[in-house]
Protein backbone atom coordinates (compact mmCIF):
# COMPACT_ATOMS: atom_id res chain seq x y z
CA UNK A 1 0.00 0.00 0.00
CA UNK A 2 1.42 3.31 -0.48
CA UNK A 3 0.28 5.16 2.44
CA UNK A 4 -1.53 8.81 2.24
CA UNK A 5 -2.95 11.13 4.46
CA UNK A 6 -6.53 10.85 4.49
CA UNK A 7 -6.62 14.42 2.80
CA UNK A 8 -8.82 15.72 -0.42
CA UNK A 9 -8.16 14.33 -3.96
CA UNK A 10 -5.67 17.54 -5.17
CA UNK A 11 -3.88 17.04 -1.41
CA UNK A 12 -3.05 13.23 -1.88
CA UNK A 13 -2.11 13.36 -5.55
CA UNK A 14 0.69 16.10 -4.25
CA UNK A 15 1.20 13.63 -1.24
CA UNK A 16 1.79 10.74 -2.82
CA UNK A 17 4.48 12.65 -5.52
CA UNK A 18 6.00 14.11 -2.30
CA UNK A 19 6.53 11.03 -0.99
CA UNK A 20 7.84 9.20 -3.48
CA UNK A 21 10.35 11.99 -4.62
CA UNK A 22 11.73 12.06 -1.06
CA UNK A 23 11.89 8.43 -0.43
CA UNK A 24 13.53 7.87 -3.81
CA UNK A 25 15.95 10.40 -3.12
CA UNK A 26 17.52 9.38 -5.65
CA UNK A 27 -8.01 -30.54 -18.33
CA UNK A 28 -5.12 -33.79 -18.11
CA UNK A 29 -1.80 -33.79 -17.49
CA UNK A 30 0.74 -34.96 -19.34
CA UNK A 31 2.66 -36.97 -17.50
CA UNK A 32 3.53 -37.95 -13.57
CA UNK A 33 5.93 -35.42 -12.43
CA UNK A 34 8.61 -36.54 -10.61
CA UNK A 35 9.77 -36.13 -6.69
CA UNK A 36 9.13 -32.79 -5.94
CA UNK A 37 12.71 -31.39 -5.34
CA UNK A 38 13.52 -28.35 -2.48
CA UNK A 39 12.06 -24.98 -2.54
CA UNK A 40 15.40 -23.60 -2.65
CA UNK A 41 16.67 -25.41 -6.27
CA UNK A 42 14.13 -23.99 -8.78
CA UNK A 43 14.11 -20.75 -10.15
CA UNK A 44 10.47 -20.13 -11.10
CA UNK A 45 10.46 -18.92 -14.89
CA UNK A 46 7.44 -18.26 -17.51
CA UNK A 47 9.28 -20.18 -20.49
CA UNK A 48 7.24 -19.44 -23.79
CA UNK A 49 7.91 -16.27 -24.95
CA UNK A 50 5.93 -13.77 -27.00
CA UNK A 51 2.57 -15.75 -25.75
CA UNK A 52 0.32 -13.02 -26.40
CA UNK A 53 2.21 -12.66 -29.95
CA UNK A 54 2.08 -9.13 -29.22
CA UNK A 55 5.73 -8.83 -30.21
CA UNK A 56 5.69 -10.32 -33.98
CA UNK A 57 6.33 -13.67 -34.89
CA UNK A 58 9.68 -15.01 -33.20
CA UNK A 59 10.69 -17.25 -31.69
CA UNK A 60 7.46 -19.00 -32.97
CA UNK A 61 7.48 -21.11 -35.96
CA UNK A 62 4.39 -20.91 -38.30
CA UNK A 63 3.10 -22.99 -40.94
CA UNK A 64 2.38 -20.00 -43.13
CA UNK A 65 2.55 -15.94 -42.35
CA UNK A 66 -1.56 -15.74 -42.07
CA UNK A 67 -1.52 -18.04 -38.43
CA UNK A 68 -0.26 -15.22 -35.73
CA UNK A 69 -2.17 -12.53 -37.25
CA UNK A 70 -4.70 -9.23 -35.83
CA UNK A 71 -7.15 -9.57 -39.11
CA UNK A 72 -10.62 -8.67 -39.18
CA UNK A 73 -12.84 -11.81 -38.42
CA UNK A 74 -11.45 -12.89 -35.11
CA UNK A 75 -10.32 -11.22 -32.31
CA UNK A 76 -7.74 -11.68 -29.57
CA UNK A 77 -8.37 -12.54 -25.80
CA UNK A 78 -6.12 -9.98 -24.82
CA UNK A 79 -4.30 -7.26 -26.86
CA UNK A 80 -4.68 -7.27 -30.63
CA UNK A 81 -2.67 -9.99 -31.62
CA UNK A 82 -3.66 -13.91 -31.93
CA UNK A 83 -2.75 -17.28 -33.57
CA UNK A 84 -6.02 -18.14 -35.98
CA UNK A 85 -5.38 -21.33 -36.91
CA UNK A 86 -7.54 -22.84 -40.16
CA UNK A 87 -10.76 -21.51 -40.59
CA UNK A 88 -10.28 -22.39 -44.85
CA UNK A 89 -13.22 -24.59 -45.11
CA UNK A 90 -11.09 -27.10 -46.96
CA UNK A 91 -8.34 -29.80 -46.62
CA UNK A 92 -5.58 -27.54 -44.58
CA UNK A 93 -3.52 -28.19 -42.17
CA UNK A 94 -1.64 -25.14 -40.01
CA UNK A 95 1.23 -26.04 -37.45
CA UNK A 96 2.24 -23.34 -34.47
CA UNK A 97 5.42 -24.36 -32.15
CA UNK A 98 8.34 -23.19 -29.96
CA UNK A 99 11.05 -24.20 -28.09
CA UNK A 100 11.36 -23.87 -24.80
CA UNK A 101 13.23 -24.89 -21.67
CA UNK A 102 11.35 -25.91 -18.83
CA UNK A 103 14.24 -25.13 -15.73
CA UNK A 104 15.40 -27.85 -13.90
CA UNK A 105 14.23 -28.17 -10.14
CA UNK A 106 10.85 -27.06 -10.11
CA UNK A 107 8.06 -29.21 -8.46
CA UNK A 108 5.63 -26.81 -10.65
CA UNK A 109 5.16 -26.74 -14.12
CA UNK A 110 2.16 -25.57 -15.74
CA UNK A 111 1.24 -24.92 -19.32
CA UNK A 112 -1.69 -22.51 -20.06
CA UNK A 113 -3.17 -21.33 -23.45
CA UNK A 114 -6.27 -19.33 -23.85
CA UNK A 115 -8.55 -21.17 -26.98
CA UNK A 116 -11.66 -20.42 -29.16
CA UNK A 117 -13.40 -22.31 -31.38
CA UNK A 118 -16.28 -21.58 -34.11
CA UNK A 119 -17.35 -23.80 -36.94
CA UNK A 120 -19.44 -23.96 -39.25
CA UNK A 121 -19.71 -27.71 -39.04
CA UNK A 122 -23.50 -28.41 -38.12
CA UNK A 123 -22.83 -32.51 -36.47
CA UNK A 124 -22.93 -32.78 -32.81
CA UNK A 125 -21.29 -36.04 -33.22
CA UNK A 126 -18.20 -36.32 -35.72
CA UNK A 127 -15.18 -34.53 -35.63
CA UNK A 128 -14.60 -33.35 -38.86
CA UNK A 129 -11.78 -30.99 -37.99
CA UNK A 130 -9.52 -31.21 -34.99
CA UNK A 131 -6.82 -29.26 -33.06
CA UNK A 132 -3.73 -30.74 -31.28
CA UNK A 133 -1.56 -29.76 -28.33
CA UNK A 134 1.79 -31.31 -27.76
CA UNK A 135 4.99 -30.57 -25.78
CA UNK A 136 7.55 -33.02 -26.47
CA UNK A 137 6.28 -36.03 -28.05
CA UNK A 138 3.15 -35.91 -25.71
CA UNK A 139 0.24 -34.89 -26.84
CA UNK A 140 -1.97 -33.13 -23.97
CA UNK A 141 -4.99 -32.51 -25.51
CA UNK A 142 -6.91 -32.96 -28.85
CA UNK A 143 -9.76 -30.29 -29.54
CA UNK A 144 -12.37 -30.51 -32.87
CA UNK A 145 -15.50 -28.46 -34.39
CA UNK A 146 -17.65 -30.32 -31.46
CA UNK A 147 -15.72 -28.37 -28.80
CA UNK A 148 -17.38 -25.03 -30.55
CA UNK A 149 -17.71 -21.79 -28.09
CA UNK A 150 -18.53 -18.77 -28.10
CA UNK A 151 -15.44 -17.15 -26.15
CA UNK A 152 -12.62 -18.11 -24.70
CA UNK A 153 -11.40 -21.07 -22.61
CA UNK A 154 -8.56 -21.12 -20.66
CA UNK A 155 -6.23 -24.84 -20.98
CA UNK A 156 -4.24 -25.85 -18.01
CA UNK A 157 -1.74 -28.76 -18.27
CA UNK A 158 0.37 -30.37 -15.36
CA UNK A 159 4.07 -30.44 -17.40
CA UNK A 160 6.22 -30.97 -14.07
CA UNK A 161 7.52 -34.08 -16.22
CA UNK A 162 9.42 -31.94 -18.66
CA UNK A 163 11.21 -29.63 -15.49
CA UNK A 164 15.11 -29.65 -16.91
CA UNK A 165 14.55 -30.49 -20.81
CA UNK A 166 14.13 -28.23 -23.88
CA UNK A 167 11.30 -29.72 -25.88
CA UNK A 168 8.56 -27.97 -28.21
CA UNK A 169 5.26 -27.00 -27.36
CA UNK A 170 3.13 -27.46 -30.73
CA UNK A 171 -0.61 -26.83 -31.67
CA UNK A 172 -1.64 -28.34 -35.39
CA UNK A 173 -4.66 -28.10 -36.93
CA UNK A 174 -6.39 -30.05 -39.76
CA UNK A 175 -9.77 -29.26 -41.68
CA UNK A 176 -11.56 -31.54 -43.64
CA UNK A 177 -12.44 -31.15 -47.12
CA UNK A 178 -15.90 -28.57 -46.45
CA UNK A 179 -17.49 -26.41 -43.92
CA UNK A 180 -14.75 -23.95 -41.91
CA UNK A 181 -13.28 -24.05 -37.92
CA UNK A 182 -11.36 -21.79 -36.97
CA UNK A 183 -8.71 -22.74 -33.70
CA UNK A 184 -7.77 -19.48 -31.94
CA UNK A 185 -4.96 -19.17 -29.68
CA UNK A 186 -4.18 -16.40 -27.27
CA UNK A 187 -1.71 -16.25 -24.35
CA UNK A 188 0.07 -19.44 -24.05
CA UNK A 189 2.29 -19.58 -20.68
CA UNK A 190 4.23 -22.16 -19.31
CA UNK A 191 4.92 -21.14 -15.46
CA UNK A 192 6.79 -22.55 -13.30
CA UNK A 193 7.38 -22.67 -9.41
CA UNK A 194 9.24 -24.61 -6.84
CA UNK A 195 6.47 -26.40 -4.77
CA UNK A 196 3.92 -25.20 -2.00
CA UNK A 197 5.91 -25.98 1.19
CA UNK A 198 8.80 -24.22 1.18
CA UNK A 199 10.88 -24.33 4.87
CA UNK A 200 9.31 -22.21 7.58
CA UNK A 201 8.00 -22.44 11.25
CA UNK A 202 5.71 -25.75 11.37
CA UNK A 203 4.02 -24.05 14.36
CA UNK A 204 2.00 -22.21 11.64
CA UNK A 205 -1.46 -23.47 11.72
CA UNK A 206 -4.21 -23.93 10.25
CA UNK A 207 -2.18 -24.63 7.32
CA UNK A 208 -2.79 -25.18 3.38
CA UNK A 209 -6.62 -23.05 3.92
CA UNK A 210 -8.52 -23.59 0.19
CA UNK A 211 -12.14 -21.74 0.31
CA UNK A 212 -14.83 -21.92 -1.74
CA UNK A 213 -17.42 -18.62 -1.82
CA UNK A 214 -20.51 -18.28 -3.80
CA UNK A 215 -21.94 -14.81 -3.70
CA UNK A 216 -24.27 -12.82 -5.59
CA UNK A 217 -25.11 -8.94 -5.95
CA UNK A 218 -28.02 -6.53 -6.10
CA UNK A 219 -28.10 -4.59 -8.78
CA UNK A 220 -25.52 -2.02 -8.41
CA UNK A 221 -22.93 -4.24 -6.55
CA UNK A 222 -23.10 -3.04 -2.92
CA UNK A 223 -24.26 -6.02 -1.61
CA UNK A 224 -23.24 -9.39 -1.91
CA UNK A 225 -25.01 -12.48 -0.26
CA UNK A 226 -24.41 -16.23 -0.28
CA UNK A 227 -22.12 -19.12 1.09
CA UNK A 228 -18.31 -19.45 2.13
CA UNK A 229 -16.48 -22.74 3.41
CA UNK A 230 -13.25 -22.87 4.00
CA UNK A 231 -10.83 -26.03 4.67
CA UNK A 232 -7.80 -26.55 6.37
CA UNK A 233 -5.50 -28.79 8.15
CA UNK A 234 -3.96 -28.60 11.25
CA UNK A 235 -0.01 -28.59 10.14
CA UNK A 236 0.69 -28.10 14.77
CA UNK A 237 2.01 -31.06 17.01
CA UNK A 238 -0.82 -29.06 19.47
CA UNK A 239 -4.38 -30.53 18.68
CA UNK A 240 -6.19 -26.74 17.51
CA UNK A 241 -10.18 -26.96 19.59
CA UNK A 242 -10.80 -23.76 17.48
CA UNK A 243 -10.23 -21.82 14.89
CA UNK A 244 -10.49 -17.78 14.12
CA UNK A 245 -12.29 -15.67 10.89
CA UNK A 246 -11.10 -12.18 10.30
CA UNK A 247 -13.92 -10.29 9.36
CA UNK A 248 -11.22 -7.41 8.66
CA UNK A 249 -13.59 -4.93 7.16
CA UNK A 250 -16.05 -4.59 9.94
CA UNK A 251 -13.18 -2.05 11.28
CA UNK A 252 -15.06 0.32 8.58
CA UNK A 253 -18.92 -0.22 10.32
CA UNK A 254 -19.80 -0.67 13.71
CA UNK A 255 -20.07 -3.95 15.75
CA UNK A 256 -24.52 -2.99 15.84
CA UNK A 257 -24.09 -2.69 11.41
CA UNK A 258 -21.35 -4.46 10.54
CA UNK A 259 -20.30 -4.39 6.90
CA UNK A 260 -19.37 -8.08 7.06
CA UNK A 261 -21.52 -10.86 8.89
CA UNK A 262 -21.09 -14.49 9.58
CA UNK A 263 -24.24 -16.42 9.77
CA UNK A 264 -25.51 -20.00 10.16
CA UNK A 265 -22.19 -21.87 11.10
CA UNK A 266 -21.89 -25.66 10.63
CA UNK A 267 -18.49 -27.61 11.24
CA UNK A 268 -17.94 -25.72 14.61
CA UNK A 269 -19.75 -23.44 16.98
CA UNK A 270 -19.50 -19.80 16.73
CA UNK A 271 -18.36 -17.90 19.45
CA UNK A 272 -17.99 -14.54 20.16
CA UNK A 273 -16.52 -11.20 18.15
CA UNK A 274 -13.66 -9.75 19.45
CA UNK A 275 -10.99 -6.92 18.24
CA UNK A 276 -13.65 -4.55 17.29
CA UNK A 277 -15.81 -7.33 15.40
CA UNK A 278 -13.04 -8.01 13.43
CA UNK A 279 -12.09 -11.54 14.25
CA UNK A 280 -14.63 -14.49 15.33
CA UNK A 281 -13.89 -17.48 17.52
CA UNK A 282 -15.36 -20.97 16.05
CA UNK A 283 -15.33 -23.73 17.88
CA UNK A 284 -14.39 -27.26 16.96
CA UNK A 285 -16.55 -30.20 17.59
CA UNK A 286 -13.54 -32.22 18.81
CA UNK A 287 -9.93 -31.17 18.87
CA UNK A 288 -8.06 -31.14 15.16
CA UNK A 289 -4.99 -33.16 15.37
CA UNK A 290 -1.78 -32.84 14.08
CA UNK A 291 -2.53 -33.69 10.10
CA UNK A 292 -6.18 -34.04 10.49
CA UNK A 293 -8.01 -31.59 8.33
CA UNK A 294 -11.48 -30.20 8.76
CA UNK A 295 -14.13 -27.73 6.77
CA UNK A 296 -16.25 -24.67 8.40
CA UNK A 297 -19.36 -23.26 6.59
CA UNK A 298 -21.26 -20.37 6.67
CA UNK A 299 -23.88 -18.32 5.28
CA UNK A 300 -21.92 -14.54 4.11
CA UNK A 301 -23.73 -11.15 3.58
CA UNK A 302 -21.28 -8.05 2.72
CA UNK A 303 -22.51 -4.57 2.04
CA UNK A 304 -20.30 -2.20 0.90
CA UNK A 305 -20.03 1.25 2.79
CA UNK A 306 -19.42 4.64 0.40
CA UNK A 307 -16.27 5.79 -0.25
CA UNK A 308 -13.27 5.75 -2.65
CA UNK A 309 -11.54 2.72 -0.12
CA UNK A 310 -9.60 -0.49 -0.60
CA UNK A 311 -13.65 -1.70 0.92
CA UNK A 312 -16.39 0.93 -0.34
CA UNK A 313 -17.93 2.55 -3.51
CA UNK A 314 -16.75 5.38 -5.18
CA UNK A 315 -20.37 6.36 -6.82
CA UNK A 316 -21.16 3.56 -9.38
CA UNK A 317 -17.59 1.69 -8.72
CA UNK A 318 -17.53 -0.71 -6.35
CA UNK A 319 -13.70 -1.66 -4.31
CA UNK A 320 -14.12 -5.24 -2.50
CA UNK A 321 -10.95 -5.95 -0.37
CA UNK A 322 -10.22 -7.40 2.62
CA UNK A 323 -14.14 -9.07 2.58
CA UNK A 324 -14.14 -12.76 2.68
CA UNK A 325 -13.15 -13.60 5.80
CA UNK A 326 -10.03 -15.85 6.11
CA UNK A 327 -8.49 -17.84 8.67
CA UNK A 328 -5.99 -16.16 11.21
CA UNK A 329 -2.43 -17.62 12.18
CA UNK A 330 -1.19 -19.00 15.33
CA UNK A 331 2.40 -19.75 15.33
CA UNK A 332 4.96 -20.06 18.12
CA UNK A 333 3.36 -16.47 19.64
CA UNK A 334 0.04 -17.52 19.80
CA UNK A 335 -3.08 -16.50 17.69
CA UNK A 336 -2.67 -13.41 15.68
CA UNK A 337 -5.55 -11.23 16.32
CA UNK A 338 -4.32 -8.09 15.74
CA UNK A 339 -6.58 -4.87 15.20
CA UNK A 340 -7.09 -3.43 11.95
CA UNK A 341 -4.96 -0.68 11.12
CA UNK A 342 -5.97 2.21 7.97
CA UNK A 343 -2.00 3.59 8.31
CA UNK A 344 -0.86 0.53 6.91
CA UNK A 345 -2.15 -3.12 6.69
CA UNK A 346 -3.05 -5.80 9.36
CA UNK A 347 -2.96 -8.98 7.51
CA UNK A 348 -1.34 -11.94 7.87
CA UNK A 349 -2.02 -15.34 6.62
CA UNK A 350 -0.87 -18.26 4.43
CA UNK A 351 -0.85 -19.14 0.88
CA UNK A 352 -4.47 -20.08 0.24
CA UNK A 353 -6.62 -21.48 -2.72
CA UNK A 354 -9.53 -19.69 -3.80
CA UNK A 355 -12.74 -20.75 -5.91
CA UNK A 356 -15.33 -17.72 -6.10
CA UNK A 357 -18.17 -17.09 -7.94
CA UNK A 358 -19.78 -14.08 -8.72
CA UNK A 359 -23.29 -13.47 -10.07
CA UNK A 360 -24.14 -9.95 -10.92
CA UNK A 361 -25.65 -7.92 -13.05
CA UNK A 362 -24.24 -7.73 -17.12
CA UNK A 363 -24.55 -4.22 -16.92
CA UNK A 364 -21.21 -4.56 -14.27
CA UNK A 365 -17.27 -5.49 -14.77
CA UNK A 366 -16.25 -7.52 -12.01
CA UNK A 367 -12.49 -7.95 -12.27
CA UNK A 368 -10.94 -10.75 -9.91
CA UNK A 369 -7.69 -11.85 -8.19
CA UNK A 370 -7.29 -14.94 -9.91
CA UNK A 371 -8.04 -16.37 -13.25
CA UNK A 372 -11.76 -15.29 -14.53
CA UNK A 373 -14.13 -16.70 -16.57
CA UNK A 374 -17.89 -15.02 -17.63
CA UNK A 375 -20.62 -17.52 -18.73
CA UNK A 376 -24.11 -16.05 -18.88
CA UNK A 377 -26.26 -16.13 -15.57
CA UNK A 378 -29.97 -15.61 -15.38
CA UNK A 379 -31.56 -13.14 -17.27
CA UNK A 380 -29.16 -9.96 -17.84
CA UNK A 381 -26.78 -11.53 -15.40
CA UNK A 382 -23.34 -12.72 -15.52
CA UNK A 383 -21.25 -15.45 -13.71
CA UNK A 384 -17.57 -14.86 -13.07
CA UNK A 385 -15.83 -17.86 -11.76
CA UNK A 386 -12.60 -16.24 -10.49
CA UNK A 387 -9.79 -19.15 -9.62
CA UNK A 388 -6.42 -18.43 -7.62
CA UNK A 389 -4.23 -20.46 -6.66
CA UNK A 390 -1.53 -20.08 -3.59
CA UNK A 391 -2.68 -16.56 -2.41
CA UNK A 392 -3.10 -15.09 0.72
CA UNK A 393 -6.42 -12.57 -0.38
CA UNK A 394 -9.02 -12.85 -2.44
CA UNK A 395 -10.49 -9.03 -3.67
CA UNK A 396 -12.77 -8.11 -6.53
CA UNK A 397 -14.69 -5.07 -8.07
CA UNK A 398 -17.84 -4.50 -9.65
CA UNK A 399 -18.90 -1.43 -11.79
CA UNK A 400 -19.31 -0.10 -15.26
CA UNK A 401 -15.62 0.13 -16.13
CA UNK A 402 -13.68 1.08 -19.36
CA UNK A 403 -11.52 -2.22 -19.70
CA UNK A 404 -8.35 -2.30 -21.85
CA UNK A 405 -5.77 -5.18 -22.16
CA UNK A 406 -2.77 -6.11 -23.27
CA UNK A 407 0.33 -8.78 -22.66
CA UNK A 408 3.55 -8.09 -21.72
CA UNK A 409 6.63 -9.26 -23.61
CA UNK A 410 7.44 -11.90 -20.96
CA UNK A 411 3.72 -13.47 -21.46
CA UNK A 412 1.76 -11.88 -18.66
CA UNK A 413 -1.92 -11.19 -19.46
CA UNK A 414 -2.49 -7.48 -17.93
CA UNK A 415 -6.01 -5.98 -17.96
CA UNK A 416 -6.64 -1.85 -16.92
CA UNK A 417 -10.08 -1.32 -15.60
CA UNK A 418 -10.90 2.82 -15.46
CA UNK A 419 -13.49 4.56 -13.44
CA UNK A 420 -15.38 7.57 -15.51
CA UNK A 421 -12.80 10.23 -15.73
CA UNK A 422 -9.68 8.70 -15.99
CA UNK A 423 -9.03 9.48 -20.01
CA UNK A 424 -7.95 6.61 -22.77
CA UNK A 425 -4.81 8.09 -22.71
CA UNK A 426 -3.74 7.26 -18.87
CA UNK A 427 -5.43 4.26 -19.07
CA UNK A 428 -3.01 3.48 -21.43
CA UNK A 429 -0.16 4.88 -19.73
CA UNK A 430 -1.21 2.28 -16.75
CA UNK A 431 -1.39 -0.30 -19.10
CA UNK A 432 2.10 -0.24 -20.78
CA UNK A 433 3.27 0.61 -16.98
CA UNK A 434 1.93 -2.81 -15.75
CA UNK A 435 3.53 -4.66 -18.33
CA UNK A 436 6.83 -3.15 -17.69
CA UNK A 437 6.76 -3.54 -14.15
CA UNK A 438 5.65 -6.95 -13.97
CA UNK A 439 8.23 -8.17 -16.16
CA UNK A 440 10.68 -6.25 -14.64
CA UNK A 441 9.93 -7.57 -11.20
CA UNK A 442 9.74 -11.04 -12.99
CA UNK A 443 13.35 -10.88 -14.01
CA UNK A 444 14.59 -10.20 -11.04
CA UNK A 445 12.56 -12.14 -8.42
CA UNK A 446 11.01 -14.78 -10.18
CA UNK A 447 7.87 -15.40 -12.63
CA UNK A 448 5.28 -13.68 -11.85
CA UNK A 449 2.63 -16.91 -11.02
CA UNK A 450 -0.77 -15.50 -10.92
CA UNK A 451 -2.23 -15.91 -14.58
CA UNK A 452 -3.61 -12.59 -14.98
CA UNK A 453 -3.08 -9.16 -13.63
CA UNK A 454 -5.60 -6.42 -12.94
CA UNK A 455 -4.90 -3.18 -12.14
CA UNK A 456 -8.43 -0.99 -10.93
CA UNK A 457 -7.28 2.61 -11.49
CA UNK A 458 -8.97 5.92 -10.01
CA UNK A 459 -7.92 9.06 -8.97
CA UNK A 460 -10.17 9.44 -6.14
CA UNK A 461 -8.14 7.06 -3.57
CA UNK A 462 -7.55 8.76 -0.84
CA UNK A 463 -4.58 5.94 0.00
CA UNK A 464 -2.67 5.68 -3.38
CA UNK A 465 -2.67 2.22 -3.74
CA UNK A 466 -3.31 -1.11 -2.20
CA UNK A 467 -2.53 -4.78 -3.18
CA UNK A 468 -4.39 -7.98 -3.38
CA UNK A 469 -2.76 -10.90 -5.01
CA UNK A 470 -3.50 -10.67 -8.81
CA UNK A 471 -4.92 -7.24 -8.23
CA UNK A 472 -4.33 -3.87 -7.21
CA UNK A 473 -5.96 -0.27 -6.59
CA UNK A 474 -3.78 2.32 -7.88
CA UNK A 475 -4.77 6.52 -8.92
CA UNK A 476 -2.73 7.11 -12.19
CA UNK A 477 0.87 6.94 -11.27
CA UNK A 478 3.81 5.37 -13.13
CA UNK A 479 5.47 4.92 -9.49
CA UNK A 480 2.60 3.68 -7.40
CA UNK A 481 1.63 1.20 -10.01
CA UNK A 482 5.29 -0.40 -10.51
CA UNK A 483 4.96 -0.52 -6.12
CA UNK A 484 1.91 -1.98 -6.34
CA UNK A 485 2.36 -4.55 -8.62
CA UNK A 486 6.25 -5.43 -6.73
CA UNK A 487 3.95 -6.50 -3.65
CA UNK A 488 2.74 -9.30 -6.09
CA UNK A 489 6.26 -10.19 -4.70
CA UNK A 490 6.68 -9.09 -1.88
CA UNK A 491 3.69 -10.03 0.37
CA UNK A 492 1.46 -11.73 -2.16
CA UNK A 493 4.88 -14.34 -2.99
CA UNK A 494 6.95 -13.99 -0.04
CA UNK A 495 4.62 -13.16 2.50
CA UNK A 496 5.09 -11.91 6.43
CA UNK A 497 3.01 -10.61 8.98
CA UNK A 498 2.46 -7.55 7.94
CA UNK A 499 1.14 -5.65 11.33
CA UNK A 500 4.31 -6.55 13.64
CA UNK A 501 6.84 -6.81 10.45
CA UNK A 502 5.34 -4.02 8.00
CA UNK A 503 9.17 -3.06 6.33
CA UNK A 504 9.46 -6.82 4.96
CA UNK A 505 6.50 -5.84 2.60
CA UNK A 506 6.79 -1.89 2.21
CA UNK A 507 10.75 -1.25 2.10
CA UNK A 508 11.15 -4.82 0.07
CA UNK A 509 8.54 -3.31 -2.35
CA UNK A 510 9.94 0.47 -2.54
CA UNK A 511 13.35 -0.81 -3.41
CA UNK A 512 12.14 -3.27 -6.01
CA UNK A 513 10.32 -0.21 -7.55
CA UNK A 514 13.77 1.99 -7.69
CA UNK A 515 15.22 -1.05 -9.34
CA UNK A 516 12.55 -0.66 -12.05
CA UNK A 517 12.95 2.14 -12.46
CA UNK A 518 16.65 1.93 -12.95
CA UNK A 519 16.97 4.10 -9.33
CA UNK A 520 20.22 3.17 -7.52
CA UNK A 521 19.33 5.33 -3.99
CA UNK A 522 22.39 6.99 -4.31
CA UNK A 523 23.10 8.82 -0.94
CA UNK A 524 19.48 8.31 0.30
CA UNK A 525 20.74 6.96 3.30
CA UNK A 526 23.13 10.05 4.06
CA UNK A 527 19.71 11.57 4.33
CA UNK A 528 18.12 9.45 7.62
CA UNK A 529 17.27 12.00 10.61
CA UNK A 530 16.09 9.36 13.85
CA UNK A 531 13.20 11.31 15.31
CA UNK A 532 13.73 9.17 18.68
CA UNK A 533 16.16 6.31 19.90
CA UNK A 534 12.83 4.15 20.00
CA UNK A 535 12.48 4.79 16.50
CA UNK A 536 13.29 1.50 14.39
CA UNK A 537 12.72 0.31 10.53
CA UNK A 538 11.84 -2.84 12.23
CA UNK A 539 9.07 -1.14 14.66
CA UNK A 540 5.54 -2.99 14.24
CA UNK A 541 2.40 -1.00 13.24
CA UNK A 542 1.11 -0.57 17.04
CA UNK A 543 4.19 1.75 17.15
CA UNK A 544 3.79 3.41 13.93
CA UNK A 545 -0.04 3.79 14.71
CA UNK A 546 1.04 6.44 17.35
CA UNK A 547 3.59 7.73 15.33
CA UNK A 548 1.81 7.98 11.66
CA UNK A 549 3.71 11.02 10.29
CA UNK A 550 6.91 9.10 10.51
CA UNK A 551 5.36 5.56 8.90
CA UNK A 552 6.14 6.24 5.56
CA UNK A 553 9.33 8.03 6.21
CA UNK A 554 10.83 5.27 8.16
CA UNK A 555 8.82 1.93 6.63
CA UNK A 556 9.29 3.13 2.66
CA UNK A 557 12.18 5.59 2.57
CA UNK A 558 14.29 4.41 4.99
CA UNK A 559 13.74 1.18 4.64
CA UNK A 560 14.55 0.88 1.13
CA UNK A 561 17.42 2.82 1.55
CA UNK A 562 19.05 0.36 4.12
CA UNK A 563 18.25 -2.01 1.20
CA UNK A 564 20.78 0.01 -1.11
CA UNK A 565 23.22 0.39 1.71
CA UNK A 566 23.13 -3.38 1.61
CA UNK A 567 23.80 -3.53 -1.68
CA UNK A 568 26.70 -1.53 -1.52
CA UNK A 569 28.17 -3.94 1.34
CA UNK A 570 27.43 -6.82 -0.87
CA UNK A 571 28.22 -5.76 -4.14
CA UNK A 572 25.30 -5.57 -6.85
CA UNK A 573 25.66 -9.05 -8.17
CA UNK A 574 25.78 -10.99 -4.65
CA UNK A 575 22.53 -8.61 -3.51
CA UNK A 576 20.32 -9.44 -6.86
CA UNK A 577 21.26 -13.22 -6.20
CA UNK A 578 20.56 -12.70 -2.83
CA UNK A 579 17.02 -11.46 -3.50
CA UNK A 580 16.50 -14.14 -5.77
CA UNK A 581 17.29 -16.65 -4.00
CA UNK A 582 15.44 -15.34 -1.05
CA UNK A 583 12.38 -14.95 -2.76
CA UNK A 584 12.37 -18.69 -4.30
CA UNK A 585 13.39 -20.40 -0.80
CA UNK A 586 10.49 -18.28 0.34
CA UNK A 587 8.15 -18.91 -2.10
CA UNK A 588 4.50 -19.20 -1.18
CA UNK A 589 6.33 -18.90 2.61
CA UNK A 590 6.59 -16.26 5.11
CA UNK A 591 9.86 -14.32 5.47
CA UNK A 592 10.92 -13.24 8.96
CA UNK A 593 13.68 -10.56 10.00
CA UNK A 594 15.94 -12.70 11.13
CA UNK A 595 15.51 -14.85 8.57
CA UNK A 596 16.32 -12.55 6.08
CA UNK A 597 19.36 -11.33 8.35
CA UNK A 598 20.70 -14.68 8.33
CA UNK A 599 19.98 -15.13 4.46
CA UNK A 600 22.33 -11.81 4.32
CA UNK A 601 24.60 -12.76 6.50
CA UNK A 602 25.69 -15.87 4.35
CA UNK A 603 25.97 -14.05 1.17
CA UNK A 604 29.38 -12.30 2.33
CA UNK A 605 32.41 -12.62 4.54
CA UNK A 606 31.69 -8.96 6.11
CA UNK A 607 30.36 -9.33 9.42
CA UNK A 608 27.04 -7.29 9.61
CA UNK A 609 26.28 -6.80 13.36
CA UNK A 610 27.66 -3.62 12.72
CA UNK A 611 25.22 -2.63 9.79
CA UNK A 612 22.21 -3.79 11.41
CA UNK A 613 22.68 -2.10 14.42
CA UNK A 614 23.72 1.32 12.05
CA UNK A 615 20.12 0.49 10.20
CA UNK A 616 18.09 -0.22 13.58
CA UNK A 617 16.83 -3.69 12.13
CA UNK A 618 16.47 -5.52 14.75
CA UNK A 619 15.05 -9.21 15.46
Known amino acids: MRSTPHKAFATTVLTVAALAAASLGTTPAAATPSAAPRAAACTPAQAVANGGFENGTSPWTQSSTSVITSRTGQSAHTGTAFAWLNGVGSTHTDTLSQSVTVPAGCSTASLTFWLHIDTAETTTSTKYDKLTAKIGSTTLATYSNLDKNTGYVQKSFDVSAFAGQTVTVAF ?34 PASPSYTVSLSSNTSGTVW ?20 LRLWDNYHGTCSAMPVTVTNVTGGTAGALSVGCTALQITLPTPLAQGQSATIGFDLGITVPSGADRFG ?48 PSTLLVPATGTS ?15 ASKVRDFAWAAGPFTKIS ?22 QSMLTTAKSAVDAHSARFGAYPYGELDAVIDNNYWFGGMEYPGFVLDLVSTTAL ?12 VGD ?49 THSSRYSTVIYGYGKCALHD ?47 TQHRIEG
Request: proline share 3%.
Open 172 to 205: TGTEDSSLQTSFVIDDVALDTSGGTTPPGDPTRT
Open 225 to 244: TGHQSATFTNASATALTEVY
Open 313 to 360: HDGAFNFIGNALPVLAIKDAAGWHLDPYTNNGESFYSLASDFRVTLDH
Open 373 to 387: VDTPGSSGRTVTTAT
Open 406 to 427: GTSPGGTAVNVYSVSGISSTDA
Open 482 to 493: THEIAHQWWYGI
Open 497 to 545: DEYNSPWLDEAFTDYATDLAQNKTGTNCWSSVSWASTAEKITNSMAYWD
Open 566 to 612: LRRVLGDSAMTTLLKDYATSHWYGVSTTAEFKAAAQAATSTDLTSFW
